[in-house]
């Protein structure tokens, strides 16, 4: 048995490219292709009431409409009448000049219209290249406002084609693969100084050595899956990338703080961490054997030895520091 449209004269007929990307479509976007099938074409003036009776703004309708022009499912056309294409608007030619008067007195970057877009990256062929780099990197066709989020990037924070590339690259390898994600990404790393790509390749490098070391800590430490507090993620970036410190030398410290104060500590650890990278201690083999965690059977015995005094004064060192004491 085969399956078909029921023809009769109010069947439509749907073009190709909307069925290739079904699956970036949007149901406003679903619901554009079928009043533009069913109407033939749809003038400028008829949009406003067609946002009203979708229920979405104008704007919505802007941007299903540019993604799917992109996407090579709408065409516009300049017959009088009826068209999809809004008037054209005058823009500089230039877009580095946009977004410096942009960038002058506020820290806003610029929303820049369809026309605009268009315009831009039909003009500048490095723009134009640099768009289907960022597609092919995150597999999709960018609409309206991801196309705006990749200008203002390059042309509002002036980073380089490949810092761009990297980032998505990085972002897309995560799951995160938002344009609103990646763009405060950038900007968060803007404002920190990490403009360059020989920066972000540093960054990145550390940050996938910070997560590689970084779970291990939790489970050690009892944190589980909650948000490090400043102190922590401090002390962790300081064992991990800035030491390079053995997780057993670690794990060593974790035993005597437990044994000194009777739970987990991380300001306490990176107290003794701190006085063993001092001392160039980088294994638990460098550690003397009167600094390091007294066995079991040993304690069990309840002999004073001198693990018993080291604690000892770790602990006092430890509760002066918190209580503000000391010779500071």
């Known amino acids: 048995m085969k399956i078909k449209f029921k023809k009769t004269e109010d069947t439509v007929s749907l073009p190709r490219a909307a ?5 970036e479509l949007s149901e406003l976007d679903m619901r554009m292709i079928f009043a533009v099938a069913l109407r033939g074409e749809i003038d400028e003036s008829e949009l406003d009431e067609l946002a009203d009776t979708f229920g979405v703004t104008r704007a919505e309708i802007d941007i299903s409409i540019s993604f799917m022009r992109g996407a090579g499912i709408f065409a516009a056309t300049r017959r009088s009448g009826r068209t999809v ?6 823009v500089d030619t230039e877009p580095d000049n946009k ?3 942009k960038l002058e007195g506020t820290d806003t970057p610029p929303d820049y219209t369809s026309e605009e877009i268009n315009k831009v990256f039909s003009e500048h062929s490095e723009l134009r290249s640099l768009l289907v780099l960022c597609q092919n990197t995150l597999g999709r066709v960018f609409n309206t406002v ?3 989020t990749v200008l203002v990037l390059r042309d509002y924070l002036k980073l380089a084609p490949e810092y761009i590339l990297s980032l998505m690259a990085y972002c897309a390898e995560k ?11 950038a900007f968060t790393l803007h404002g920190k100084g990490i403009d360059t790509p020989l920066a972000l390749e540093e960054h990145l490098r550390r940050k996938e050595q910070f997560e590689s070391g970084e779970w291990e800590l939790r489970n050690m430490f009892g944190i589980g899956s909650r948000a490090l507090t400043a102190k922590e993620h401090a002390a962790f970036t300081r064992w991990i ?12 410290a974790y035993e005597l703080t437990v044994n000194a104060i009777r ?36 304690r069990q015995m309840g002999s004073f030895d001198t693990d018993e005094f080291f604690e000892a004064a770790l602990r006092r060192s430890f509760t002066e520091e918190l209580n503000g004491g000391g010779d500071n």
């Open 99 to 101: 977004s410096k008067k």
């Open 263 to 298: 739970e987990p500590s991380v300001p306490y650890a990176d107290k003794i961490l701190e006085n063993w990278h001092i001392a160039g201690y980088k294994t638990p083999a460098d550690i003397p054997a009167s600094e390091k965690p007294a066995a079991k059977s040993e």
């Open 19 to 23: 069925i290739e990307h079904e699956a």
């Open 85 to 90: 294409e809004r008037p054209a608007k005058p």
């Open 241 to 252: 990338i800035d030491w390079s410190l053995d997780s057993e030398l670690i794990r060593h």
């Open 146 to 148: 991801e196309s705006n």
């Open 175 to 185: 799951g995160k693969t938002s344009l609103k994600y990646i763009e405060k990404m």
